[in-house]
């Protein structure tokens, strides 16, 4: 009897030893990612990282108002360390109601310039989305075009496709258009643009790139990294239509062109804050910045970095220096006024 024991004793033993892998006194480093981002725009970063610092990560990813939700309802016992977000507007929020802490890192200061981050802290920009006017080749001649503003003019009555006001871009553009213009003036363009709609809102940016391509519209509002990636898609279908389209950087000659941040912070009471913290470094390093803007077709957040062919093409751009959290701030009213305007 004792000796079955004892024996039980070493199977428990070895059978533990196999389970966790190694011993006890190197322990397993992780960090556990909410990414609004999807999985196959962030992965090769992550695993960068990993093999960089050993630091295991942990994806989760999904759509970010459903991230937010799980975290708030998970509460103290999230297993969450960081939550990466698409938009400023998602990362305020996030911020609000308390799901986020404040972080002090030399590094992501000295990185990140101070627009792209929250001043105490609280969440950090890692690319920059630009929402300029796009155009179709040929059709329109951009020197018609000027501000977001005069697409409100009635000469563009049929003219414009632009996604629902359900999406947080246009929520966001919006917010800017408040803050810059005020409510009533911005509650008026919103009428004037609605009254130019081509079609009801209806699909992502890429398909009011593609309707503008094929003939629905002439003008289209979407996310550059959109026409990036249709410029450089695998489909020649997706690349023929973008090749019709040229980007007009509006509002060059007062506030600038409307971008907003893809982001993260790090969540209160995270179990591995540190590494979510070196996480944040290396996602602002040169490595990661050249990827956003090679792989993914967006603007770096950090100054002089090469952003390859496509973006080049764009052309170099005035970006609106707007407080990001001021997007966050003015969004419930945004959504409003879209809504009293008809802005489907
Ligand atoms: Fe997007």
């Not at 892998?21 to 992965?43: F, M, T, W």
């Not at 062109?257 to 995270?270: C, D, Q, R």
């Not at 077709?297 to 764009?314: H, R, S, T």
Request: some cysteine; hydrophobic content about 40%.
């Amino acid at each position: 009897m004792r000796n079955a024991r004892a024996l039980l004793g070493v199977w428990l033993a070895l059978t533990m030893f196999i389970a966790t892998g190694c011993s006890s006194d190197e322990p397993h480093q992780e960090v556990n990612l909410y990414s609004a981002r999807i999985e196959s725009l962030i992965k090769p970063l992550l695993d960068q990282f990993t093999e960089q610092t050993g630091i295991q990560v942990n994806l989760v990813t999904g759509n970010a108002d459903e991230l937010l939700q799980r975290l708030q309802s998970e509460g103290r016992n999230t297993p969450a360390d960081m939550l990466l977000t698409t938009d400023a507007g998602r990362l305020h929020r996030a911020m609000e109601v308390g799901l986020l802490q404040p972080i002090d890192s030399a590094v992501l200061v000295e990185q990140i310039p101070a627009s792209y981050r929250h001043s105490d802290g609280y969440w950090f920009g890692l690319s920059l989305r630009a929402r300029p006017i796009m155009y179709v080749k040929g059709k329109i001649d951009p020197l018609e075009l000027s501000t977001y503003e005069a697409l409100a003019d009635p000469r563009w009555k049929n003219s414009i496709c632009v996604r629902s006001s359900s999406n947080i871009y246009n929520q966001s553009l919006t917010a800017s258009m408040i803050a810059a213009n005020g409510e009533e003036a911005t509650e008026q363009w919103a009428k004037g643009l609605v009254a130019n709609f081509a079609r009801s809102p209806q699909g992502g940016d890429r398909d009011q790139i593609s309707a503008a391509a094929a003939g629905q519209c002439d003008i289209a509002i979407a996310n550059t990294y959109y026409l990036a990636g249709m410029l450089t898609s695998n489909d020649p279908q997706q690349r023929e239509a973008a090749e019709k389209i040229a980007v007009f950087w509006p509002n060059q000659d007062d506030r600038g062109t409307h971008i907003n941040v893809s982001g993260a912070g790090v969540i209160n009471n995270a179990k591995n804050a540190e590494n979510a913290i070196k996480l944040l470094e290396f996602l602002s390093s040169e490595t990661a910045q050249q990827w956003y803007a090679e792989a993914n077709g967006e603007y770096p957040v950090v100054a002089n970095i090469a952003k390859g062919e496509v973006l080049e093409q764009f052309g170099e751009f005035r970006a609106d220096p707007l407080d990001m959290k001021i997007l966050g701030e003015l969004n419930a009213d945004a959504l409003r006024l879209m809504d009293r305007a008809g802005w489907q």
